[in-house]
């Protein structure tokens, strides 16, 4: 079946810009996570959504990140204001169950470039 | 911040030869998870160890795991060329749900 795809691959866009991204999780999981790999840091956890519950935003790096999950199945990670150092690989990932110990399924990743 | 720390961050091998990697946290655990990604791709799933386990096999992958050391360690036996990739641990942190900490990963390159 389908796995989790992600839009666009890449996008490239000027400081200070707003910008979107898109997850499309695998059909059935309840789980969805966004996480950011840049160099120097690694991958890092920014948000989880579990069903209908609130969502664990602990993650974000500030109040210019946000993230929504429509009908509990596409996720949209905003971005405002983009900086330089937004510039990384967002990845976002989905499981079948959010408090089992399932593991998680990656789509391949947006690489924002921030000029 | 990262909870896990990997080592080596790169090791290169020739093929047939076994690759081993270690990878150690702070926190209690309910698993620990291992992944591979190769350039530019998102990351693939290997294999999962519960905190109550200490070993676990899949195919060519043994993973290891010592709560007491917060540490586990991946081997990979008689390695290919298509191993060559980056491999990740990632923690699922007892009291959290399926938020994965991950380490900052080590850079396999199996020559042929």
């Known amino acids: 079946g389908a796995g989790v795809s992600q839009s666009p691959s890449n996008k490239v866009t000027e400081k200070g810009k707003d910008v979107e991204l898109r997850c499309d999780p695998i059909s059935g999981h309840t789980a969805l996570y966004w996480y950011r790999q840049s160099l120097g840091q690694g991958l890092e956890f920014l948000i989880y959504f579990q069903g209908n519950s609130a969502p664990d935003k602990s993650g974000l790096p500030s109040d210019r990140f946000s993230a929504e999950r429509t009908g509990g199945s596409v996720s949209t990670l905003t971005i405002q204001r983009t900086q330089q150092e937004d510039s990384a690989v967002y990845l976002c990932?989905?499981?079948?169950?959010?408090?089992?110990?399932?593991?998680?399924?990656f789509g391949p990743g947006t690489r924002l470039t921030v000029t | 911040s990262q909870q896990g720390e990997e080592d080596p961050q790169a090791l290169s091998i020739q093929e047939g030869e076994n690759a081993t990697m270690n990878c150690s946290y702070k926190?209690?655990?309910?698993?620990l998870q291992w992944y591979r990604q190769n350039s530019g791709r998102g990351l693939v799933h290997l294999i999962l160890i519960r905190s109550n386990e200490r070993e676990k096999h899949s195919g060519r992958l043994r993973v290891t795991l010592d709560t007491s050391k917060k540490s586990s360690s991946l081997l990979i036996t008689a390695s290919r060329a298509a191993d060559t990739a980056s491999y990740f641990c990632?923690?699922?942190?007892?009291?959290?749900?399926?938020?994965?900490?991950f380490g900052q990963g080590t850079t396999l390159q199996v020559k042929p």
């Open positions: 990632a923690t699922d942190a007892t009291g959290n749900t399926g938020k994965l900490i």
């Open positions: 926190t209690s655990i309910n698993n």
């Open positions: 990932a989905s499981s079948s169950a959010g408090t089992g110990v399932y593991e998680q399924y």
